[in-house]
């Protein structure tokens, strides 16, 4: 078992930046792909960014340019930078974690752990 725990959200003004943290532990071994998904009310989840054990990482185009995400292995910790936020980014962002590597944009059914979520709410 992983366990994920998120923190960072909050609220910004749009244009703002937001830096957003997920502790894995228990069988950190496996944490192999970590991930960012997020889910606006009455929307599906929805995928933000993956980042590999090696680095490689993956965007949704709707945060490419805007969004980081970055791994620091030794602190098995994975991070979200948001910069230039807009109102659309406004959602739950839920950490996860999948044993499987795959080519491009995962699918929440590809997710093998989730975290709990944190609120990111972009105000105008």
């Known amino acids: 078992q992983v366990q994920l725990v998120e923190s960072g959200g909050g609220l910004v003004q749009a244009g703002g930046s937001l830096r957003l943290s997920c502790a894995a532990s228990?069988?950190?071994?496996?944490?192999?792909?970590m991930g960012w998904f997020r889910q606006a009310p009455g929307k599906e989840r929805e995928f933000v960014a993956t980042?590999?054990?090696?680095?490689?990482?993956y965007y949704a185009d709707s945060v490419k340019g805007r969004f980081t995400v970055s791994r620091d292995n030794a602190k098995n910790t994975m991070y979200l930078q948001m910069n230039s936020l807009k109102l659309e980014d406004t959602a739950v962002y839920y950490c996860?974690?999948?044993?499987?590597?795959?080519?491009?944009?995962?699918?929440?059914?590809?997710?093998?752990?989730w975290g709990q979520g944190t609120q990111v709410t972009v105000s105008s």
């Open positions: 980042i590999t054990w090696s680095g490689r990482t």
């Open positions: 228990g069988r950190t071994f496996s944490t192999y792909v």
């Open positions: 996860a974690v999948g044993t499987r590597w795959y080519s491009g944009a995962y699918r929440p059914g590809d997710i093998d752990y």
